[in-house]
């Protein structure tokens, strides 16, 4: 009994020092993006437009609210090339006016529809599509408190697109593919199209979350604690500005 007592505790050791340490490096990486914002600062309006490109920031650590970001340049070239094919100005536009004027949601907005509506597919028709949906409504409602409610009202997965244009832009940008007001330009158009389809960023994350398990079958674990900050932390760049 005194082993197994041995072992309980050092178990319950291990996960403090876990969660402490994860504590540690979250407000570490929050002291560093707060930093580059001061170093970098944008006037309140162009915060505003960049709260649509907050979920992608987040989830590569880099802050929601200036244009800069800490990634080195080869880093996000290389990433732009690989994920994106995006390797110059042409390319950059390209992709931004698809993501602007069609992106995922032309194609996945009507399974949106289908499976909202209950109807069900084979792996054959739809990939892991039906199973990332059903499984980021399950994370969502757990991790996040959400209601089914919170998801029947979201009828479109154009957060995925917008987040991501914005993002893109940034980056372009950086690279020197675009102007920087080539980027606003991209940036405000992003956000002024996903103000009239949501009436909430819960509504917005929602839609993010649901684009990348349809759209990307991917699961959505790792996009949960941008989420938790965005919608919770009191200072968070979606408390500060409504998303109209």
């Known amino acids: 009994m005194k082993i197994v007592g041995f072992i309980v505790v050092a178990v319950i050791l291990l996960i403090i020092g876990l969660i402490t340490a994860s504590k540690r490096v979250e407000k570490k990486g929050k002291v560093a993006r707060a930093e580059m914002e001061q170093a970098n600062s944008l006037p309140k309006e162009k915060q505003h437009l960049l709260a649509y490109g907050a979920n992608l920031a987040l989830y590569r650590s880099e802050s929601p609210r200036i244009l800069h970001v800490k990634t080195d340049s080869e880093t996000l070239k290389e990433g732009l090339a690989t994920a994106w094919d995006i390797s110059n100005s042409e390319e950059a536009a390209q992709t931004l006016e698809w993501l602007l004027t069609e992106g995922h949601r032309e194609q996945y907005d009507p399974l949106l529809t289908e499976l909202q509506a209950g109807k069900t597919f084979t792996e054959e028709e739809v ?3 039906q199973a990332c949906y059903e499984s980021a409504q399950e994370v969502m409602m757990k991790k996040l408190s959400f209601a089914k409610s919170d ?68 699961d959505i674990y790792d996009i949960i604690w941008s989420g938790k900050e965005l919608l919770n932390d009191a200072d968070s760049i979606w408390k500060e500005f409504s998303i109209k």
């Open 127 to 129: 990939g892991k599509s």
């Open 151 to 218: 998801f029947d009202q979201v009828k479109t997965i154009a957060a995925w697109d917008f987040d991501r244009a914005v993002n893109i832009a940034r980056w372009s940008y950086i690279l020197g593919y675009i102007t920087e007001e080539e980027a606003w330009t991209y940036i405000k158009r992003a956000a002024d199209s996903a103000r009239p389809l949501f009436n909430s960023w819960k509504d917005y994350f929602v839609s993010f979350a649901f684009g990348r398990a349809i759209a990307y079958e991917g």
